[in-house]
């Protein structure tokens, strides 16, 4: 256990490095060395993350596998920046993700490399939408989070991040996302919007959706609603894009998160973890008949990033068999009972358990509760952070890779932070 009343200094950050900086003031010391579930600071302190990058290091900080693939690669002066040219990295990538995820899935999409970031493949989503379509319009949800650049901020529901834009958000329509009242039923709205011509709501281009919301709480929509989406986009000739930058590649138990409802989204998008080792990259996943792009109309300069081609095609190692996801899912039916043990033992608290996979966390009414869970953790050596509109949920995304050992200093931890966070509030 941590509690040390040393204080990094953090100074230069502070005097040279803009406001708007955030995780280095969740997390105030200067990290220095990180492998599997750790990290290390420069003092040497020792932390257990359950914070996994944000959901990019799924397999883990410094994986032994993708690290000697990657020295390999830069020993042998393979290509490094490529734009969208043609190298070996990218062939064996290709390959690699249609045999061990798309075939056997039976999904057929055509993969395109926006730039290399969760808001890119979000932007070329949206943009392919309305260019397919002819139409303007897309449909959101209330909690939603696709990303920080001006088309993802429009169908972003955080009231903070809209208002960073600057500028009037516009083409969007944003409906309750599943459970978020129990006295609407959202699509059953949606399809009187789209048959009422009197409705006021244009014909959308796309539906768009994440069916784990991240940061907006680990909020999880059923298998139920989603077919519901999914009929409703096929009756309407409406497109459905699922963002599965953060609940996929692993993250809810499933490659894909949408897995379990057996739906087939039109456009999926993938970034975080998809690199295996937290080097950027993205993938917009697209229906063959939808790819309409001429060459060059959507580019960026780093998509073809080599070394996290490298490093993907190593991390689809991972998913050869059902074994890895079937260690997910047991971790994460483990992560559960303890976090209902927890939310249990401090009731006064009338905290509730929600997510799927090791995609948790811990919602609590109090005011900034869940924030002074997060400050206490780190304390003691655990980093994790908060979700929701309000910050309301102590979220937990361990590496997939985690031993159960981790998972459970990493528990004991957490709940001794729920009890300091009590005492701390009264």
């Not at 993350?49 to 393979?78: C, Q, V, W």
């Not at 894909?256 to 993938?283: N, Q, R, T």
């Amino acid at each position: 256990m941590i509690l040390t009343s040393e204080k990094t200094d953090m100074s230069i950050f502070e005097q040279l490095e803009s406001e708007v900086r955030s995780y280095c003031r969740s997390f105030p010391t200067v990290f220095e060395k990180a492998k599997g579930y750790k990290l290390w600071d420069r003092e040497g302190r020792e932390y257990i993350d359950f914070f996994a990058g944000a959901g990019a290091l799924n397999y883990g900080h410094n994986n032994s596998r993708m690290k000697e693939k990657l020295i390999e690669y830069l020993s042998s002066d393979g290509v490094i920046h490529s734009l969208d040219m043609a190298t070996s990295a990218k062939e064996s990538f290709l390959r690699r993700f249609h045999d061990v995820i798309l075939k056997p899935r039976n999904l057929e999409y055509k993969v395109m490399f926006p730039g290399p970031t969760g808001t890119n493949t979000v932007e070329s989503a949206l943009k392919l939408a309305r260019k397919v379509t002819g139409r303007d319009t897309v449909v959101s949800f209330t909690r939603a989070f696709h990303g920080m650049t001006l088309g993802s901020l429009a169908v972003t529901g955080n009231a903070f991040k809209r208002k960073g834009a600057g500028i009037p958000l516009t083409h969007s329509v944003s409906l309750p996302y599943d459970q978020y009242d129990e006295h609407v039923d959202s699509l059953t709205l949606l399809e009187r919007y789209l048959e009422d011509k009197g409705s006021g709501m244009d014909l959308p281009a796309a539906v768009i959706l994440e069916t784990v919301q991240g940061e907006g709480g680990i909020n999880v929509a059923s298998s139920e609603w989603l077919k519901q989406v999914e009929q409703i986009c096929r009756r309407h000739g409406v497109l459905l894009i699922v963002d599965d930058v953060q609940a996929g590649c692993g993250r809810t138990g499933t490659y894909f998160s949408f897995e379990p409802a057996g739906i087939k989204p039109d456009i999926v998008c993938l970034s975080k973890s998809l690199s295996g080792y937290g080097l950027p990259f993205a993938i917009t996943l697209i229906r063959p008949d939808l790819d309409e792009w001429g060459p060059g109309e959507h580019n960026g300069t780093f998509r073809g990033h080599n070394l996290a081609f490298v490093a993907a095609t190593e991390a689809l190692n991972f998913w050869e068999t059902d074994d890895f996801a079937k260690e997910i899912q047991r971790k994460g039916e483990k992560v559960r009972t303890n976090l209902e043990r927890i939310a249990e033992k401090h009731s006064s608290q009338n905290g509730e358990v929600r997510g799927r996979g090791l995609m948790l966390g811990i919602s609590f009414p109090q005011e900034g509760f869940a924030e002074e869970v997060c400050k206490e953790a780190f304390k003691r050596g655990l980093i994790m952070e908060t979700a929701g509109p309000d910050s309301e949920v102590a979220k937990l995304l361990p590496p997939l890779t985690i031993d159960d050992e981790g998972l459970e200093k990493g528990l004991s931890i957490l709940d001794e932070s729920v009890e300091a966070a009590s005492r701390s509030l009264l």
